[in-house]
């Protein structure tokens, strides 16, 4: 089976990487797709992205690494992806999710969303916390991969650091 997961991954966080190395033992292969959406004004660039994730999954058998833009169900089929994977970190995630994957199963009737529940021990991370944690000098190399930590740390310690949101 062929897994798009899709998202910003503005950076990656070690739940993304986590769920990535459970989806890749599942269903073994994985096209990790990454957001090309410069409306939101993202931290890193797409090649950056790109470069951090490939760098932190290069353990792993199956797992690629694309960007995309518009809908992501193009992007799956324009893939051959069997099914689209999300994760959910706590009932605040669900809403959104649910509701994402209704209006995709409406594009595309044959392609399935799958969700796996993030590990406890990652429950708490997300790109923005981390982005922010950073900013202050906080350690976060717990959160994120090496790769990862090391860029942030670059970019806040710039002399141009980007802007808070
Ligand atoms: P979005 O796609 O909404 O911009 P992200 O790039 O942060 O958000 O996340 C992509 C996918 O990874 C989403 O399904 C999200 O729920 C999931 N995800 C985010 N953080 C974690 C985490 N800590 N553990 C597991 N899954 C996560």
């Not at 004004?41 to 932190?56: H, Y």
């Amino acid at each position: 089976m062929r897994a798009l997961y899709p998202g910003s991954f503005d950076p990656l966080t070690n739940g993304h990487v986590d769920l990535i190395e459970r989806a890749s033992a599942l269903f073994g292969d994985v096209i990790v797709a990454v957001l090309c959406n410069p409306s939101k004004r993202p931290a890193f660039s797409v090649e950056e992205r790109i470069a951090q994730i490939q760098a932190s999954t290069s353990h792993l058998k199956g797992v690629s690494v694309i960007s995309f833009d518009g809908l992501s169900v193009n992007c799956a089929n324009t893939h051959q992806a069997d099914l689209i994977l999300r994760g959910l970190r706590a009932m605040s995630d669900f809403e959104y999710e649910l509701q994402i994957a209704h209006t995709n199963r409406s594009l595309a009737e044959t392609l399935e969303t799958v969700f796996l529940a993030t590990s406890a021990r990652h429950s708490f991370l997300s790109s923005s916390v981390v982005k922010e944690v950073a900013r202050f000098g906080g350690a976060i190399d717990h959160m994120v991969p090496a790769e990862v930590a090391k860029d942030l740390n670059r970019l806040f310690n710039s002399a141009f650091p980007p802007p808070l949101k």
